[in-house]
């Protein structure tokens, strides 16, 4: 199914040069695979709707979530919420390829959480992100329907997962906000991003890793 076009949300626009600059600095500290650029980009997503809410499921080392973090300080207000449990086992849930299992079984998951933690206090956006150390299934249970500004999904890729979170998570969105979608191009995560098209979500940036959609 096509994605509908929704005329009447504007395109985020450009990142302030200051914030642009603060995101470029934190991110390569930062364990992780969100890049400076797409840390620009959805730090604009939360400028653009002036969020309140904000929802990270699979935060790892931080890179995306301190980006949306510093969007809020830079507007101030919005808080980031960032829902990971940083355990073996939640990352293993469901079926995952072979090399994915075997490199989720070897990281040290509480070493990225205390480097985590560390570069929020360094940074002193303890106002702005609130770690949840939860599995996103039990963090939906926090929240009501359509009160989350932004959300990124980026946690467990398995189809099962991912799947879940999509059927979980689409009422919490509010109308017109961003869903913020990452590895649009695994094969386990082609069934969540498909009944995101499904619900009608509107594709406003997609380069075939990651990619933004707003709700109707």
Known sequence: MEARQIAAAPEPAACPRSLAASIAAAIPRLEGWCTPQKGEYIARCVLECDAATIVELGVFGGRSAIAM???????????????????????????????????????DLEEIYRGFLARMLELDLTRELLPLRM????????????EVDVLHQDSNHSQEVSSAEVALWWPKVRHGGWWLFDDVDWPTTANAYRALLDLGADVRFNDGRWAALRKP
């Open 69 to 107: 973090a510093l969007a809020c300080r830079h507007k101030g207000s919005g808080r980031v919420h960032a829902v990971d449990p940083w355990a073996t086992d939640e990352c293993l849930v469901g079926t995952h390829h072979a090399q994915d299992r075997e490199w989720w079984g070897k990281v």
């Open 135 to 146: 599995s996103s299934a039990s963090a939906a249970r926090l929240f009501g329907d359509d």
